[in-house]
């Protein structure tokens, strides 16, 4: 898995949901820029972030971690 993939997932996940980054960043406890420090590939969130994101996307975490 690249950091590529993972933040072309997250993004598409959040834009699915029809969320800004704010209002993602808003309902897990994050800032905003940490959501697009995530969604461009700058970093990969620590597992709690993106355990709180996949719950808030409805998406499983192995759908942002796997191939």
Do not use: C
Not at 23 to 52: C, F, H, Q, W
Request: proline residues 3%.
């Amino acid at each position: 898995m690249t950091i590529k993939i993972f933040s072309e997932r997250l993004k598409k996940a959040r834009l699915e949901k029809k969320l800004t980054q704010r209002e993602l960043a808003t309902r897990v406890g994050l800032s905003d820029k940490s959501i697009s420090i995530y969604e461009n590939g700058k970093a990969y969130p620590p597992i709690s972030n993106l355990l709180m994101i996949s719950k808030e996307l409805g998406k499983d975490i192995a759908y942002f971690l796997s191939d």
